[in-house]
């Protein structure tokens, strides 16, 4: 069976790192996708390991080229996720899990429409301010800036294929792996000629 394209997002401080490492850890086939950057590489990282690390031209031929699932540009250097290594991984049976941003998120679903897009949320909007307070690396005066930017985008969230509250990441684990598995199965009915349901875990959602 084919692996799929999971794309996760959420509100700085939600925990999604965490999360992650854990889903890699703990579930066979699964693995982050790598990034691709034209910034030069830093001691201590591996080509192919941290990033693809590409020429500022090299990496304008693969925009032009269509290579790229999305991409951004921050501090004179591109970023952006390879369309290729994913397909290569999923074709072999490999699901690939991404941390994007909201834009970069639906940028994704567009490119690939099979691509499961889950949002992470905490149990409350102070449990955010909390969590980037104890994080020690957010100025207080950019605070304010990051919790309007979180009110943004839960505002998307909606346009996202689940939604999986973190209040305690061992839940959180366990929700998305639960999606995961869904979502295969999910696959497998349709290549049966059948329609599958969706899973939801947030008590607003209309699938719970």
């Known amino acids: 069976m084919k692996g799929e394209l999971f794309v ?5 401080g939600v925990g999604k790192n965490t999360i992650l490492n854990r889903l890699v850890e703990e579930r066979e086939n699964v693995r982050y996708s790598i990034s691709a950057t034209s910034r030069p590489i830093r001691p201590g990282e591996v080509d192919g390991v941290s990033y693809y690390f590409v020429s500022r031209e090299q990496f304008e031929k693969m925009i032009a080229a269509g290579e790229l699932l999305e991409f951004a540009e921050y501090v004179g250097n591109y970023y952006g996720t390879p369309l290729a290594p994913i397909l290569e991984a999923t074709e072999k049976g ?22 499961v897009l889950i949002f992470i949320t905490a149990p409350s ?7 980037l ?56 009915i349709q290549s049966m000629g059948n329609t599958g349901g969706k899973l939801c875990f947030i008590p607003q959602c209309p699938h719970f």
Do not use: C
């Not at 699901?95 to 690939?112: P, S, T």
């Not at 909007?125 to 969590?131: K, Y």
């Open 8 to 12: 996760i997002s959420g509100p700085s």
């Open 94 to 115: 490999v699901d690939i899990v991404m941390d994007v941003d909201v834009v970069g998120a639906l940028k994704i679903k567009k490119r690939v429409p099979s691509a």
């Open 125 to 131: 909007f102070e449990e955010i301010r909390s969590r």
């Open 133 to 188: 307070v104890h994080r020690g690396d957010v100025a207080p005066e950019i605070m304010a800036e990051r919790l309007e930017h979180a009110k943004w985008e839960y505002a998307q969230a909606y346009q996202y294929d689940y939604t999986v509250m973190n209040d305690t990441v061992d839940h959180a684990v366990a929700r998305i792996g639960e999606i995961m598995t869904a979502a295969k199965q999910e696959k497998w």
